[in-house]
């Protein structure tokens, strides 16, 4: 298994054990990694991302704009993140069709989803203006 010892043992608590730093990032690293392999809506959400960053270089917006898209990255991600989480975590508890695990994996992607649509709306506002004066122009 590549992915770093993420939990504390008894011992480690009996002895007042610290989680390193550099194990917690390295664990970070690795839940994002397993997100990006196994969700094609994350591999998608990387390529929109891809798209937002050459766009944004090729029409030169501002610092204030360029807040807006990372933002808009990084949340639309961390969403991404979470909701494979709970769905992993969900799936670890039952194996069955139950009413409730659907809530909430459905409640999960939602919210990725109200945060994809605001990226949406955020890209429109930024790049909009850029393009419309390229073509204008």
């Known amino acids: 298994d590549p992915s770093p010892r993420f939990k504390r043992t008894s011992s480690d608590k009996e002895q007042g054990a610290r989680f390193p730093l550099g194990r917690a990032f390295a664990c970070a690293r690795c839940g994002i990694a397993h997100a990006w392999r196994t969700q094609r809506n994350m591999r998608i959400h990387s390529l929109f991302a891809l ?10 917006i501002d610092a204030q704009a360029w807040c807006a898209v990372v933002v ?57 203006p850029p393009v419309v004066a390229l073509i204008w122009s």
């Not at 979470?82 to 992607?109: G, I, M, P, Q, S």
Request: net charge negative; glycine share 6%.
């Open 72 to 128: 808009c990255i990084a949340l639309v991600f961390a969403a991404e993140c979470f909701n494979t989480a709970l769905e992993a975590a969900v799936d670890l508890v039952t194996d069955d069709y139950h009413e409730l695990a659907r809530v909430a994996k459905d409640c999960a992607a939602g919210a990725v989803y109200l945060c994809a649509a605001g990226a949406v709306v955020v890209g429109v506002i930024v790049y909009r």
């Open 51 to 60: 798209v937002a960053v050459v766009a944004g270089f090729l029409l030169r």
